[in-house]
């Protein structure tokens, strides 16, 4: 018995198979070549009704299934954070990076490449090829306010490149740090379109915030917040390579014929700057020349393998950095000893980059991987401030450190005990040969950062240089067609914004060919400039490290420089070229329009504030929140703003006996924030300020078994930022302890660990309890947290 069957594809797919014959050959499916991939996802055939009555009768089609195209590499890239140009060896730096080198030797060094000068703008213009203010990322998440470029909230006109290669054949994972997210998102209750694995990855392993404590990190699996190994060796560089090595490994093992990509983003190099101790003594007195000398060096040496042109000039040191020699003996030790540090942190990182290339290497994919390793996502930080400091916290709270409060973690510099931060001269130094750092968008110290491009398939040259203007919004471009895939019109029923990058494959073989990314802005905290065909234009507007009030951004200076001969800016011609420089401002002010960069926020400190920032917050304008037992790792920003107000804390309990132990509610961490917690049956409560101070108060006696209330109430001295108060303790309504807290953290508390019921997870707030034994062993009905009215 004859059927008909006809097989129609909506939107150019252009497959039609009519009139088969239940016992002939079925025509094969179109190749993934014809399909149209500028719809994605790409659309499934509809089929039409078939009249075969018996199943035996008919033949199915042949399953639709969206493949990459024939031969489509693998796709890593790694990025390292935190990281200047000067650091590696591979670009002239006294840190050894030997994954980098060998990956340099077969391929590509990119020297003229730029980062946004800060973490989440950089991640989100590298990940979707749109600039940072078109995301409404303008800064990092935390900071996020309430203007377009600024929201924190990526539209959905900007579909990530991890969506596009997944929807086109890909296995996508992530593993590391993330910093992609609305602070105000970061809870059980989502949304998660904003997570890694609602914006394209099938995988997410790490964390989801701009920093984490390396020791005991707070740990993401998807969306699940999961705990690590409780091993004393322990360090999350090694747990995400260990993660992704084994996610590539099922990955290949199972589908074999499907390329992946993987995004790999270290949490090293920012701080807190924690590193096997093996790998610190490897640096034991090879910075005790200091951060001047250095520079020389590293320039010395950057010249010689030819990562800086001949006639290059090493910049001269911004006077608010200071000079080494005008540090005391006490001080050169300290400062020498961040540095060894530092280096042993970023040595450690490499080597395990290079045990996921080892992997790629034994399941013989290395070569049709195309392996972006982008050596940071900004300069090297200057947020630890003149000193550097012994908790980084502080430091983000406009606090800054002296190196007499330091000099005892000098031995134990990068072990749990700390989380540290080294001074700005090792930043400056780092950046080597640029001026500035870090958040100064205006600068290269800022915006320069190394790039090595491997892909022994898709590339001949080897061991080369490559020197086109680049930018972080060229890689999604670039990635895209390497892989033979067209951009997208519309991504999920909507609409794309286009790449504001361009591919740079160009260059793969061929170093003299002209650059086709010829105009660039730059704009971090009011920090601004303009690249446009061999010239810049800029303006430094802020230092990260003075978190004072800055002058009027109409009072700005600008300066001129011509980067095709002049490499690191070091020859300002503003005042022998206003013209230009002229024509140049006029063009910054029309690309910040075009890009939503107005208005410019210089405020930096004071936005992790959502109230001060004009932000949302989870909790919006509610002045109670109960919470119950179990509920843990609640961020800051999914939680009441309890600082600089009054406010209580009230705990239902029911305990079993009088020798209760463990922890009611907690927030934040070792280094700074707040505990109520009750040990051999007596209640406390603990504030830990940045842990450095802490005021403890508790009851004089032990309760006894059965239901109780314990309420804690903080009264501020005056409300602003940082006041200190006084501390009272309630046990069934009776006053049991008092006391006074003289200050309190004025911005944050952590960028990592938040708030946690019935037990203190990861670092533990006060020392009266052990770290990750401090469950509650009584039973916790409710705590209900209030803020009093004003």
Not at 32 to 56: G, N
Request: aromatic share 10%; charged share 20%; hydrophobic share 35%.
């Amino acid at each position: 018995m004859k059927h008909a069957f006809v097989l129609a594809l909506v939107a150019g797919v252009g497959l039609s198979l009519a009139g088969c014959q239940p016992t002939g050959e079925m025509p094969a499916t179109s190749s993934s070549e014809e399909l149209d991939r500028t719809i994605l996802p790409i659309r499934e055939p509809i089929y039409p009704q078939d009249t075969t009555f018996d199943a035996r009768n008919a033949r199915a089609p042949e399953r639709f299934e969206v493949k990459a195209p024939e031969k489509a590499p693998n796709v890593v890239i790694v990025l390292i954070d935190d990281q200047g140009f000067g650091v590696s060896n591979t670009f002239g730096g006294p840190v050894a990076e030997p994954t980098l080198e060998k990956l340099a030797a077969g391929g590509l060094r990119y020297n003229r490449f730029h980062t946004t000068a800060l973490c989440s703008p950089t991640r989100v213009a590298l990940l979707t090829g749109r600039n940072h203010h078109l995301n409404n990322a303008g800064a990092i998440m935390e900071l996020a306010t309430g203007f377009p470029g600024n929201t924190g909230v990526r539209p959905n006109g900007i579909a990530p490149l991890a969506e596009m290669l997944r929807l086109n054949g890909y296995s996508t994972a992530a593993f590391g740090k993330y910093h992609e997210t609305a602070p105000w998102e970061v809870s059980v209750s989502g949304p998660f379109d904003r997570w890694p694995t609602r914006s394209g990855f099938d995988k997410f392993y790490g964390f989801i915030g701009g920093e984490t404590n390396q020791w005991a990190p707070a740990v993401f699996d998807g969306t699940v917040r999961v705990e690590v190994p409780h091993d004393p060796n322990y360090h999350f560089t090694t747990d995400m390579t260990n993660q992704a090595i084994s996610w590539v490994s099922a990955q290949q093992s199972l589908t074999p014929d499907r390329p992946f990509y993987i995004y790999f983003a270290t949490g090293a190099t920012h701080a807190p700057h924690h590193a096997p101790k093996e790998y610190i003594e490897r640096y034991k007195g090879k910075f005790d020349q200091g951060w001047d000398r250095l520079r020389e060096e590293t320039f010395a040496r950057q010249k010689a393998l030819g990562v800086i042109p001949q006639d290059a000039q090493l910049t001269a040191r911004p006077k608010e950095i200071p000079a080494w020699d005008d540090q005391t003996p006490e001080q050169k030790r300290l400062f020498a000893r961040q540095m060894e540090v530092f280096a042993g942190f970023a040595e450690h990182t490499d080597h395990e980059v290079g045990r996921l290339v080892q992997a790629l290497e034994e399941m013989d994919e290395l070569d049709n991987t195309i392996f972006l390793y982008v050596v940071g996502d900004n300069g090297c930080s200057a947020e630890g401030g003149p000193q550097g400091t012994y908790n980084e916290m502080m430091a983000l709270n406009g606090i800054l450190g002296e190196a007499s409060q330091m000099m005892g973690h000098i031995d134990d510099w990068g072990s749990p005990n700390t989380f540290p931060h080294f001074a700005i001269g090792w930043a400056h130094a780092g950046n080597t040969p640029f001026q500035w750092t870090k958040q100064v968008a205006s600068h290269f110290g800022g915006t320069r950062n190394g790039m090595v491009v491997h892909w022994p398939d898709g590339i001949k040259a080897k061991g080369e240089i490559r020197s086109q203007f680049t930018h972080a919004t060229d890689i999604a471009p670039t990635i895209m067609e390497a892989c033979a895939l067209p951009f997208p019109k519309s991504v999920n029923g909507t609409e794309q914004i286009p790449f504001s990058g361009t591919s740079f494959m160009f260059s793969f073989d061929d170093a003299k060919a002209a650059e086709r990314h010829t105009t660039q802005y730059f704009e971090m905290f009011g920090n601004r400039g303009i690249y446009d065909n061999g010239w810049v234009a800029c303006t430094r507007h802020s230092i990260p490290w003075l978190l004072a009030a800055t002058p009027p951004l109409e009072d700005d200076v600008w300066e001129l420089y011509n980067v095709d001969a002049d490499f690191s800016q070091a020859n300002d011609l503003a005042a022998t070229n206003p013209e230009k420089l002229k024509d140049l401002q006029e063009l910054f002010r029309q690309e910040a329009i075009k890009n939503h960069v107005f208005p410019i926020d210089d405020r930096r400190a004071e936005r992790f504030d959502a109230e001060i920032a004009g932000r949302p917050d989870l909790i919006g304008e509610r002045t109670s929140l109960t919470l119950y037992e179990g509920m843990t790792g609640i961020t800051e920003n999914a939680f009441l703003n309890l600082k600089n107000k009054n406010y209580t804390i009230t705990s239902e309990v029911e305990l079993k006996d009088g020798n209760t132990n463990g922890v009611i509610i907690s927030q934040a961490s070792r280094f700074g924030g707040w505990t109520l917690y009750m040990k051999a049956g007596k209640v406390h409560h603990e504030y830990n300020f940045f842990g450095v101070e802490r005021t403890n108060i508790g009851a004089p006696g032990a309760l006894a078994a059965g239901k109780h209330q314990i309420k804690y109430e903080f009264i501020v001295d005056a409300p602003k930022p940082g006041s200190g108060g006084k501390c009272i303790l309630y046990v069934d309504g009776q006053k049991v302890a008092e006391g006074r807290i003289p200050k309190t953290e004025p911005f944050m508390y952590s960028a990592d660990e938040g708030v946690d019921v019935g037990m203190d997870n990861e670092t533990s707030v006060s020392n009266d309890y052990k770290e990750r034994d401090n469950k509650f062993t009584g039973k916790i009905r409710k705590v209900t947290v209030d803020i009093a009215s004003k």
